[in-house]
């Protein structure tokens, strides 16, 4: 395992990172903790969890249940001290027009909720889930800076920005003497690349930290579906994720299947070749895995220090 500081921050984290979004929703808690405590035994120090995650996300009306969280917090227990805790607010928590968003109501409100999932007196990254065009960023920052001097908070992050909403986000924060975002979390994968073209540009000059996920494309560079209608049984879209489809693409499984031709060449499976493609990327500072079985983690494990020739990466950039 590979570390390094998270952005302009003194904090190392682990270039895996993992990703908990199916805890409590695809993934009961025996099954959960077992991921959780493989992660840890590997060296994986960064936990990414969010309050919208849990069964909720499956609902008609899709708002947070916390189950995640929940999870957590119990796994947690007696270890608090070993990891870098993530977790996220601003998607729907309710119904009410209220219980979504990044205004200071919402997020003095969630933060007390999470930490009281998650069983701990602070957060070690809180990430505001998307941006909130209808909230001041001057608000949104000056909360969260208030939280980091309570102590509740250590660093704060965003996610799904586009880059010039973080660089407006740390131009205000440098007017006002506010709290930066230290990282950006994008999803980011070899089927899927617009970030190339703004935001790791901008987390590179900017020394932002950047977090990926979906480095697998949700299963899709896993290779287990070779077409639109091969689901296999246990899998993610068997399950219902609706996300997926949108990999699900004439063009992608074409391209999955060259990428698992040099994979064999190197002797690693598609889903360790497609991890180690993202961690030979410019300003990836660590990928989320959202590992679902404890096999995924240590997989991934595996490939976290394998360096890629210029030859390699010229290579697959022409597939
Ligand atoms: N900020 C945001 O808006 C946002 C959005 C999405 C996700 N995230 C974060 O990123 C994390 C990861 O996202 P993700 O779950 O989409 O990531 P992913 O790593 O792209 O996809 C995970 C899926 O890939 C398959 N997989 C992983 N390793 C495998 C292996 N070794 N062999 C075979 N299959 C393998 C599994 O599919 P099966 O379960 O089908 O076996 C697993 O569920 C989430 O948990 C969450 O923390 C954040």
Redesign the pocket.
């Known amino acids: 395992m590979i570390y390094s500081k998270l952005g302009f921050s003194g904090l190392h984290v682990s270039n895996l990172?993992?990703?908990?979004?199916?805890?409590g929703r695809?993934i009961d808690e025996k099954a959960s903790v077992q991921i959780f405590d493989t992660a840890l035994d590997v060296g994986i120090n960064l936990i990414?969890?969010?309050n919208f995650?849990g069964k909720g996300q499956d609902e008609q009306f899709l708002y947070g249940t916390g189950e995640?969280e929940e999870i957590i917090g119990r796994a947690l227990k007696g270890r608090r001290d070993k990891v870098v805790l993530a977790t996220?607010v601003g998607?729907p928590m309710g119904k009410d027009i209220n219980d979504a968003g990044l205004s200071k109501f919402h997020i003095m409100r969630e933060v007390e909720n999470s930490l009281q999932r998650l069983q701990t007196d602070y957060i070690d990254l809180y990430?505001v889930?998307?941006f909130d065009d209808q909230t001041p960023l001057e608000e949104t920052l000056s909360t969260l800076t208030s939280l980091v001097n309570q102590g509740k908070v250590r660093y704060i992050g965003c996610?799904?920005y586009a880059a010039w909403q973080i660089a407006k986000a740390n131009g205000i924060s440098n007017l006002h003497g506010l709290e930066h975002f230290v990282s950006s979390?994008?999803?980011y994968?070899l089927l899927s690349r617009e970030l190339e073209e703004e935001v790791v540009p901008y987390c590179v000059s900017e020394k932002v930290g950047l977090l990926?996920?979906?480095?697998?494309?949700?299963?899709?560079?896993?290779?287990?579906y070779t077409s639109h209608n091969d689901v296999?049984e246990?899998?993610?879209?068997?399950?219902g994720?609706k996300?997926?489809q949108n990999y699900f693409k004439d063009e992608n499984f074409g391209r999955v299947e060259a990428y698992k031709q040099v994979a064999v060449e190197h002797d690693v499976?598609?889903?360790?070749f497609s991890?180690a493609w993202i961690l030979n990327q410019p300003a990836v500072t660590s990928?989320?895995?959202?590992?679902?079985?404890p096999?995924?983690?240590t997989?991934?494990a595996q490939i976290s220090d394998w360096i890629w020739s210029d030859e390699l990466k010229q290579r697959v950039n022409i597939l």
């Open positions: 990172s993992l990703g908990t979004m199916a805890f695809w990414d969890t969010a995650y995640s996220k998607l990430q889930h998307r996610s799904n979390q994008s999803q994968n990926v996920y979906s480095p697998m494309a949700r299963g899709m560079l896993s290779g287990k296999p246990g899998s993610r879209a068997a399950r994720e996300l997926i499976n598609l889903s360790q991890l990928a989320i895995i959202g590992a679902s079985k096999h995924h983690v997989d991934a």
